[in-house]
């Protein structure tokens, strides 16, 4: 290769990497504490290495209409974020003109589908916070709809990139053989009992198990509080369990090891820019389709007095419905 031709790759190589640097981000969605949480971090001056080049430069307010919790953030999490030198604008369509990716971070997933299509149709990637949506059917028609236009998404809880859970994820105790993991798991009526917050443990529970679950049982633990017991493939059991904190424990065949610690917003905040930068998902549709399951399950070994329901009786449902 002459001299001059690899001049000439070196620019280009530098140029696009260059391009890929400077991503204009949107915030769909002014209800949750995680807006404030990304746009400190990808806003700072000087801004961590990991999201270097990534700034939020506009975002949309409107969030839940009907979550009482959720609308009385919204005005002062608008004045937070324009504090922090974002544009607030009166539209989705409106954002989408300002911005190469968004985040869709309105706490409420009911209206996730509806806000999420102007963003397909405009061609933009999307990180869709927890929940996905307010209904597993819903979560199915977003990732059937994203893949029909051709734009990458994913979602995911922040508990997914804890240390310790993504270690085991990648073999520090071997073969998972059976996890127990815990959180918090607040209830709010318009979503299945763990949409809206117990997601952050078992999204902790799959992450170190894996794909694979057929069957869950709910009952409740000693002190009350909510227990899904699931049986993956092979025979092996992963528990979820409300608690007050964050955390639990996964035994591999090579020993064992804590999971399912909270180690702050950023671990997540990251791996959403090397996604807006690279187009791969973290986490696959399957994934996440079978973690929602897994709670619509939950809920309905619930109202049948806590027998097992299958995982494929609740997706096929789901699936059946989604067609429609």
Not at 92 to 104: E, S
Not at 149 to 171: E, I, Y
Not at 174 to 199: C, I, M, N, Q, R
Request: aromatic share 8%.
């Amino acid at each position: 290769m002459t001299r001059s031709i690899l001049l000439v790759l070196t620019v280009y190589f530098f140029t696009l990497s260059a391009q890929a640097q400077n991503i204009r981000a949107g915030i769909i969605g002014l209800d949750t504490s995680h807006v404030l949480a990304f746009t400190k971090t990808l806003n700072a001056s000087p801004q961590k290495p990991e999201v270097m080049g990534v700034h939020v430069v506009a975002a949309y307010p409107q969030g839940s209409k009907d979550i009482e919790g959720s609308v009385k953030r919204v005005p002062e999490y608008t004045a937070k974020v324009k504090e922090m030198g974002v544009e607030i604008v009166e539209s989705i369509d409106a954002l989408l003109n300002k911005v190469d990716v968004v985040f869709l971070e309105t706490n409420d997933g009911r209206p996730h589908l509806e806000q999420l299509r102007p963003c397909l149709a405009a061609h933009k990637p999307v990180f869709i916070d927890k929940p996905i949506a307010g209904t597993l059917v819903d979560a199915i028609k977003i990732f059937k709809e994203a893949k029909a236009a051709g734009v990458p998404l994913f979602s995911s809880s922040s508990l997914r990139f804890g240390k310790n859970t993504q270690a085991v994820r990648s073999g520090s105790i071997g073969a998972v053989k059976s996890a127990s993991t815990f959180s918090p798991a607040s209830l709010e009526v318009t979503h299945p009992d763990l949409f809206w917050y117990g997601v952050h443990g078992v999204e902790s529970l799959f992450t170190v198990m894996g794909t694979g679950c057929q069957s869950v049982k709910r009952d409740t633990n000693a002190d009350g509080k909510i227990r899904v017991t699931g049986t993956w493939s092979g025979g092996r059991t992963g528990i979820f369990e409300e608690n007050k904190g964050y955390g639990g424990k996964a035994v591999g065949d090579k020993g064992e090891s804590a999971v399912g610690a909270y180690d702050g917003y950023d671990p997540l905040l990251f791996a959403a820019v090397q996604f807006f930068r690279n187009g791969i998902a973290p986490v696959t549709p399957e994934e996440t389709l079978e973690i929602y399951a897994f709670m619509e399950a939950a809920d309905e070994s619930k109202r049948r007095s806590g027998a097992e329901v299958t995982l494929k009786e609740v997706m096929d449902k789901a699936n059946a419905e989604a067609a429609k």
